[in-house]
């Protein structure tokens, strides 16, 4: 009698999440993410990186898994924990309080039954990924800056950081009026704090008690008029595709259809990113940009706000007041192109010349073999040249008096006999 195969062994699950404390960072673009210490339960332990709006994401998609237990049919059937939509706080004080909410959302989430605790999504989610091994921080200027939580957080008794947040304070250079519940009124020399600057313009920003989304076009740093995080431009080019179509309103901008390939040359931090199609090249809103050969991924936490338009143009303030003496240097598009056929000219130039150097100056060795005799090859369109003279070889005697001992040993050994009897 045959026995019965054996059940497969169960993947290793998430035993435990602990929540660390979080860090600041700088690229590609200012934003905090959680530090969490994953307990799986082969024994190994893992440090994992996430923002709180990717965590969100996750959670809203656990909750479409099973609409069951978390409430979606039947609100007295929902066992889920809750968490605060991504714009909840912002400030230091709430954002101690979104600590709180988050180690306990943790906690309450790895106890749930398992067919939810143990689901491949949640286990999928907790999984190390490169940039958990590897943080990307290019700005050595710039170090990520990190908030570790004591241990009383864990256990739901305080919420104290090692040092307070110090957010980047900007200046508003002209009047802006919202079009949206998410952004907010601000009025020329308010001075706002920064909590999160977008690389597609649109910046997170806290005035007073007021906070929502305000366009980086807007706004002026205190020490200087040049901003200290713009990339400088990068003439190699960067591929895209445009995951959206664009109309150019202005001669400096681009316009494209959705699908387009383009180099991303400069990367501006108001959201309008300058690119290389052809020899052309423009502004276009970073926000209709994918980086090219990746599987397009929503970006975490993006709102509708961002999703649907790009940040208006500096260009197109009115009235706009600057602090500074200096005007706010930005190249024109003419200086972009010049620059740009440039760099592709003298790239070309060092791609061509090791080619030409390897066709003119290496041979074959059947050319080598052929060519023994010392006669120059003569390539077609060159010059035709005299051949070098070729010295003539030493005759016996020459060596016998010239060359060593050994050597005139053997010549005279291979040297033909006289005819002359004896």
Request: include cysteine.
């Amino acid at each position: 009698m045959s026995k019965l195969p054996s059940v497969a062994m169960e993947e290793s699950f998430v035993r435990h999440v602990e929540l660390l404390g979080f860090e600041k960072r700088f690229f590609p673009s200012q934003h905090y993410v959680y530090m969490l210490m994953v307990k799986w339960s082969d024994q190994s332990e893992k440090l994992i990186y996430r923002s709180y709006p990717e965590i969100h994401t996750f959670h809203k998609s656990l909750k479409e898994m099973f609409p069951i237990e978390s409430g979606q049919i039947e609100k007295k059937d929902r066992i889920f924990p809750s968490l605060p939509a991504p714009r909840w706080v912002d400030s230091q004080k709430s954002r101690e309080n979104r600590q709180n909410t988050l180690a306990e959302y943790c906690h309450l989430l790895v106890n749930l039954p398992p067919h939810i605790s143990r689901c491949k999504l949640l286990s999928s989610f907790f999984k190390v990924r490169p940039e958990d091994e590897n943080p990307p921080a290019p700005n050595t200027l710039k170090r990520n800056e990190t908030f570790v939580v004591s241990r009383e957080l864990a256990r739901g008794v305080a919420s104290e950081i090692s040092a307070p947040i110090i957010l980047d304070t900007y200046r508003v250079i002209a009047d802006f009026e919202k079009t949206s519940k998410h952004e907010i009124n601000l009025r020329t020399d308010d001075l706002v704090e920064i909590v999160e600057k977008n690389p597609n313009g649109w910046w997170f920003c806290q005035c007073e008690s007021k906070r929502g989304w305000v366009p980086a076009s807007y706004l002026e740093p205190l020490d200087g008029p040049e901003e200290a995080e713009d990339a400088e431009p990068d003439y190699e080019g960067e591929l895209h595709v445009t995951v959206q179509s664009y109309k150019a309103e202005h001669e400096d901008e681009m316009s494209l259809e959705l699908g387009q390939t383009v180099e991303v040359i400069h990367k501006l931090l108001d959201g309008w990113w300058v690119v290389r199609k052809g020899d052309e090249t423009g502004h276009f809103p970073s926000m209709f940009l994918q980086k090219a050969g990746k599987r397009e991924r929503q970006e975490e936490g993006r709102t509708t706000l961002r999703g649907q338009k790009p940040p208006p143009r500096r260009s197109t303030i009115r009235n706009a007041k600057s602090i500074h003496n200096k005007a706010r240097y930005r190249l024109s598009q003419d200086a972009y192109r010049k620059n740009s056929r440039r760099y592709l000219q003298q790239k070309s130039g060092r791609l061509a010349e090791p080619r030409e150097k390897a066709q003119r100056f290496t041979k074959s060795p059947l050319s080598e073999r052929k060519n023994q005799d010392n006669v120059p090859d003569l390539s077609v369109g060159e010059p035709r040249k005299e051949a070098p003279v070729v010295p003539p070889r030493p005759s016996p005697e020459l060596i016998l008096q010239r060359c060593t001992h050994n050597t005139c040993n053997r010549v005279s050994v291979h040297k033909p006999r006289s005819n002359t009897t004896c």
